[in-house]
């Protein structure tokens, strides 16, 4: 046996486990505290602005700045470089406001880092200590739908039809029916809090988000002496109101038995494939490589993604409505030499934080899938997520029921266009699995944006109201079609 002296010589001999490298992330973020939907526009206030900050600079001291705990490989540490970036959101003023407050958190002004010298010697700095201008890309391919945050019902502007129809056929379920029953005298009974806004036939478990929605953010802003028999808002009252609205936004938002319901997951899964799968085909050298995605979205992406991926195994929180400020960040990370690595090396983890991400309420790992393991060889994740990720012409055209874009697509010859181009361009040791799912994608983006041409010459719009959608409440002067937006 060695002494314990010589294997304290041994030990400098034996290979050291390599650091784990994170090589890009995907994030997928909701807005920060808003003003209710009950009237619109709905609109970021300043408690939502300090949340969305605070979680951006999580995010810069996590993974960006020069002594970032899990700094990403090669990505710009102050000054950013607009190629290692992209940040989009669905048409909407809240989400687009977060978030360009969320940028400011990861990339604060960089005072005189940001100064240039001109060629006649003078120097001149950027505005507001060197103000960092990174562009939000507002882009109707989002996986949530345009101005989402005006529109009480999940499912409004989706341009899914068969998404549509089934979130409808929940108001229909057993489910459904027997809440509405059962907590009919639960609603009632708190008419004289808000029955200037809900008058009886509307206090019900149908408008239970919305109900939950202007009672919560009249408990964040309004004191206690300005909102109507307030003693009626018991704690056990408050955490009734919000668990009915999780279990009303979770039947619409998906349903293991018809997926469709689910389509906005459905087009995140893709979307985030593709981001990282363009992280991993890039050059690791590369200094302008994509390596961080941020897209900003509401709540129902949230679940539809939950229920897609059976997070919900992993516990049970995942059923609810999502706090203000929550993020997801999807990590792409080896263990390899850079310099040998293989797709086979790549591994991606899953992190989620209800609610702002902070050093106190950092970003937890969870398993997805049903897999017993946090992180997941690149390969699994990829293959797990192309089972329902809607990257396929045909796939989304069925879900969704929507013919008539794929043959006018065909018809123009975009499809195999566009699909060919990119499968050109991703590197051969992508797989081929991927790299499909990818190139449809694309050819999914060009139906989106002929079907929104069409709609726009003949005046049509792809999802009219349900008659089971629930009411936004109407402003004086309103008519009732006010949640027709």
Known sequence: MHSLATLCLLLPSLPLVAAETVLGAYVFHRHGDRTTKAYSPVSLTSLGADQVFTSGSWYRDTYISAN?????????????????????????????????????????????????????????QAPFNGYQYIPVNAVSTAASSKNSEDNVWLQGGSGCANAVTSSDNYFASAEYQSSLETTKTFYQSLLPVYNATFPSDKANFKNAYAIYDFLHVSKIHNVSSTIPSASLLTKETLHQLQTRADQHEWGLAYNSSDEVRGIAGSLLAAQVVQALNATLAAPISKAAAQRLTVQFGPYGTFMAFFGLTKATAASSDFYGVVDYASSMVFELVTNASLATLKPADVSVRFRFANGTASKTNPPRAFALFGQAEITLPWAIFAREMGKFAIGDTASWCKACGHSSACTEVSATGNDSGATSSIAAGVSSAVSNAVAGVIGALVTLVVILGLQGLFMAIVGLRVVKRSNNEPLAVKKSGESDDVSDT
């Open 68 to 124: 970032a705990s899990s700094q990403i490989n090669g990505i710009a540490a102050d000054i950013p470089v607009l190629a290692q970036l992209s940040v989009t959101s669905s048409v909407d003023n809240v989400l687009q406001n977060s978030a360009q407050v969320f940028l400011q958190g990861l990339y604060p002004p960089a005072g005189s880092a940001a100064a240039q010298t001109l060629a006649d010697g003078s120097t001149v």
